[in-house]
């Protein structure tokens, strides 16, 4: 029972949408109504200011983590922690307190990740900064970043149970992507402002 409870909580975490909450209190426009519509740190970026983006990035990434340390914390094995961080990622992508419309679920997946393995973590952080200094598209720097991280976390755990909640997580991130990959494929995605 006590695992079930871990994953509706998981859902529940991830489903408070940092974004949405740190514009309010911040006093900035709902990100859903502003430039590309989507709740995270990102789009906060584009009208907000560097801290807040920060702010919500951070945010995002400790609804991935606290709920897959406290997972860790109680002896879960490592399929069900994964089990645990995609429940966390659901809920940002698919928020119960927010008409199920959520973010787009980097964030999230990046600070769960680096809760269940920190080396895996920080594979993905140093992707995603290598290919956003070269090519400057957060979009695209996030999607190699992602596809890559099953074939490391396998070969960091050998744990393939685990590996294929991880692929599951991958899988949901590109179709959350798939306006960013039209664009990609035209040319016209936005790249990052310095």
Known sequence: MILYFIFITSYLAGSLSSAIIVCRVAGLPDPRTQGSGNPGATNVLRFGSKRIAAIVLLSDGLKGAIPVLFASYQGLTLFEICLVAFFAFLGHVYPVFFHFKGGKGVATYLGALIAVNYLAGLIFSLVWLLVAKVLKISSLSALIATILSPFYFYFLTNN?????????????IFYTHRSNIKRLIRGKEDTIQS
């Open 160 to 172: 393939l149970k685990a590996t294929l909640v991880i692929c599951l997580i991958c899988l949901l």
